[in-house]
């Protein structure tokens, strides 16, 4: 089933598009999801996901209560009510299970609309895309408000803003676009998880937050209260969106095909990154089994790609280029056959569609006929070598068989046309009998026997064998046609695992008006804040102060002002005068401070409390090993600007309990003494 032309969007991704709202700062505009009412094939597939896996929620849930009532209830009559609704249920279940299934086969979909080159020569096989997980909506408004409230000591109203432009990105990423576009807004999303997590989500504490997300593959939903699993999601995602953007490529143009190599080398490293940073799954498709496989399959139509490329670049009719072909047909076909290895293991056999199993054992068949093709072309159609070429020719062809064929010596064959065309025709007979068990292998699935494509690619290359085999058999053969050895793997471009990258998409952080992360975090826990008047006296306020964003007290003078009015060592000044300063810098807090009259100037002042003071700490040590002779640098603001570095992206992601690594540090004052001299008093 192709897609109409007429359904694809203006931006070629048959979406429906993009939408793009301008923020309210700077006239900038914010990535939105695809119209979720377009019409497209695409959307229609992945609105029926989304009712079979509404559809089986449900189900599961009927089940579980009537398996709760079928083991408290000691009724003879009642539990055989049960038990027949039971098994309505399980039907039920197996029915959509099945849905999904084929809805998961339904490769055609997400294929380029030309599978077909002008040549027939070149056919591109498709390949395998995964859907997209779909989540449930999610109402943070409430919660969110709360913690501002309770945390953080604001007003939870005044961020209704920001709680709203977080739940309209998250319900935009539901649906990306098939394109770039679609990539940036998954890693938006994915970026803007790390200042949710560090502003609202505590060690030791929870929201009442769950976040659902049902299986790629079954449709069976999972809730996890913990962030991380929102975030492997949302990479499933990303990795998943890579393979259909893969998918829909025209493989039949080098663009096309170097495009289609990013892309699923892309994928592989998304779903590779997921294994290596996750743990303790919830759903199947999240499991390090799952993800095993779904890498080497990414792989594996990497290098079928490469094989393609081939096709397109080296010239046909020369020896050398048609080895190299066979033995990148032969690396194909070893690729494909440790997926399907990976696909029959107990953990995946029963959860990976048949489809897929069936359609990566028919591609290592083909691709193993296919190696073999082109070793009999090269021996049989190619001439013999001159004296120049041959010992190239023996070079190549001492490490193209696994084992040497039997019969004369190497130069003898490459010279003999004759012992060339028997060896060709080994080749073809074992390429004929590949052929055609890729051919009986497709035909036992159900889904792949309606993929016309398919049965058009197998049949042709089998033809395309058995015409060259009647070509150079000859009547008067009376030997029996000897076994070909197989021929050695060997690939001229290796698959790359491209793990994403995640400072390519910058962010900033929505909840940048509750302060810098280093101070205003959900980690960090603070005193109540309190405002204090101060009096300019004799020798100025009394106080040292150091440090930007926010501005620290340093030092305190004994029976000075701020002493009197209760400031402390360790203090931040978050206001002067009403002014918010959580983000000031150490210039400005001093002219607000030296602006003002005889009335005096009221601070608003935070505290935190005892070990958390990872700002204070630092600022110390720095004051200590001050020698008075440099100058002092400003606080970054924090990871705001530093953004989403792979390495701190990283350490987001796992969600087993060995990743509590945080270490507690005592509090210690710095006497007044030890401030350095580029420390302004006031």
């Known amino acids: 089933m192709m897609m109409p ?38 959307s229609k597939l992945q609105h029926r996901r989304a009712r079979i896996n509404q559809q089986i929620n449900k189900e599961m849930r009927m089940r579980a209560g009537a398996e709760n009532l079928f083991r408290a209830t000691s009724n003879h009559k009642v539990k055989e009510t049960v038990a027949l609704e039971l098994s309505y249920v399980n039907s039920n279940l197996q029915l959509l299970k099945e849905e999904l299934e084929e809805l998961n086969s339904s490769m055609d979909v997400y294929q380029n609309d030309r599978f ?9 096989v498709p390949m395998i895309p995964l859907g997209l997980k779909e989540t449930k909506e999610l109402d943070l408004l409430a919660p969110l408000k709360d913690f501002i409230s309770e945390h953080y000591g604001e007003e939870g109203v005044l961020f209704e803003k920001e709680i709203k432009e977080f739940m309209e990105l998250r319900q935009a990423m539901r649906t990306p676009s098939r394109n770039e576009a679609g990539l940036e807004l998954l890693m938006e999303y994915y970026n803007q998880l790390y200042f949710l997590d560090s502003r609202f989500f505590p060690p030791t504490k929870t929201l009442g937050i769950f976040f659902h997300w049902y299986d790629s593959l079954t449709g069976v939903p999972s809730h996890q209260r913990a962030l991380a699993f929102e975030k492997g999601s949302v990479l499933f995602n990303l990795g998943a ?22 892309a699923f080398q892309k994928a ?11 743990s303790n799954a919830p759903s199947l498709d999240m499991s390090a089994a799952s993800l095993t496989m779904l890498v080497r399959l990414m792989v ?93 020719q023996e070079k190549a062809f001492l490490q193209f068989h696994v084992t040497m064929p039997e019969g004369p010596s190497l130069r003898v064959l490459l010279q003999d046309p004759e012992e060339r065309r028997k060896l060709g025709k080994a080749h073809l007979k074992k390429a004929i009998m590949k052929h055609e068990e890729a051919m009986r292998i497709h035909g036992l699935c159900k889904i792949l026997r309606k993929m016309d494509i398919l049965q058009e690619v197998l049949s042709f290359a089998h033809k395309r064998s058995l015409s060259k085999y009647s070509e150079i058999d000859h009547e008067e053969d009376f030997f029996e046609t000897g076994e070909a050895p197989d021929i050695h793997p060997k690939t001229h471009q290796k698959p790359e695992i491209k793990s994403p990258n995640f400072s390519q998409v910058k962010v900033t952080d929505l909840f940048h008006r509750l ?35 926010p501005v620290l007290i340093a030092g305190v003078i004994p029976g000075g002002c701020a002493a009197e009015a209760g400031l402390k060592e360790g203090d931040y000044i978050i206001s002067v005068n009403g002014k918010d300063c959580k983000w000031s810098k150490h210039a400005e807090v001093v002219q607000l401070l030296k602006s ?21 700490q630092v600022d110390r040590k720095a ?32 969600w087993s309990k060995k990743s509590k690594r945080s270490k507690k540090s005592t509090y210690s004052g710095v006497p007044f003494t030890s401030v350095g001299d580029n420390e302004a008093m006031y």
């Open 5 to 42: 032309p007429e359904e694809e969007s203006p931006d070629g991704d048959g979406d429906g598009g993009l939408v793009l709202l301008h923020g309210p700062k700077s006239g900038s505009t914010r990535k939105q999801g695809c119209d979720p009412f377009a019409q497209t094939q695409r």
């Open 116 to 124: 077909l080159s002008s040549s027939s020569e070149s056919i591109s």
């Open 241 to 262: 969106l890579h393979t259909q953007i893969g998918a829909r490529q025209d493989r039949a143009s080098l663009p096309g095909l170097n495009q289609a190599i990013d």
């Open 268 to 278: 592989a490293g998304a779903f590779n990154y997921l294994k290596e940073n996750f």
């Open 300 to 392: 594996a139509q990497v290098q079928e790609c490469v094989f393609e490329k081939m096709t397109l670049l080296r010239a046909q009719n020369d020896f050398l280029a048609r080895l190299q072909l066979a033995q990148e047909a032969a690396r194909v076909e070893d690729a494909y056959s440790l997926v399907h290895q990976t696909m029959s293991q107990p953990h995946v056999k029963d959860y990976v569609p048949f489809s897929w199993t069936t359609m990566v054992h028919v591609k290592s068949e083909h691709f193993k006929a296919l190696s073999h093709y082109f070793a009999a072309i090269a021996l049989c159609d190619c001439p013999a070598p001159s004296d120049a070429e041959l010992l190239e």
């Open 515 to 549: 302060g810098p992360l280093s101070v205003f975090s959900a980690k960090n826990k603070w005193y109540p804040a309190r405002r204090v008047h101060l009096m300019r006296g004799e020798n100025g306020f009394g106080f040292t102060l150091r440090g930007d964003s």
């Open 596 to 616: 003002t009259g005889k009335e005096g100037v009221d601070i608003g002042v935070i505290t935190l409390q005892g070990s958390e003071c990872p700002k204070a």
């Open 623 to 654: 004051a200590v090993m001050s020698s008075g002779s440099g100058v002092l640098k400003s606080n970054k603001e924090n990871s705001r600007k530093s953004l989403m570095n792979s390495k701190s992206a990283s350490t987001l992601l796992v």
